[in-house]
């Protein structure tokens, strides 16, 4: 797996993100397309809330994230 995706344990459960850029302000996205993180990378061309974090790194520091039961985040 790349090393751009890591995981943090919230209370017992882990949770995957990405985060990537500098800058201020931080910018959470909080995505609901269905696919992990990893998957939406995969892509070759990205869409959705991956092009939105891929253009706006450049300026700010941005976090996206598995929501719990997707891609590699506990339940």
Known sequence: ???????????GRRIR???MGTGV???IIDQGQ???IE???????PIGWTRVLTEIQE??????H????LG???P
Do not use: N
């Not at 797996?1 to 209370?11: A, L, R, T, V, Y």
């Not at 998957?39 to 061309?45: A, G, K, S």
């Not at 598995?66 to 039961?69: F, I, K, M, P, S």
């Open 66 to 69: 598995d929501r719990a039961g």
């Open 25 to 27: 302000p931080a910018v």
């Open 59 to 64: 300026s700010v520091q941005v976090l996206m």
């Open 39 to 45: 998957r939406t990378f995969e892509r070759h061309v």
């Open 1 to 11: 797996m790349s090393e751009k995706f890591k995981s943090i344990d919230c209370g």
């Open 72 to 74: 590699s985040s506990d």
């Open 34 to 36: 269905g696919l992990s």
């Open 17 to 19: 993100y990405v985060c």
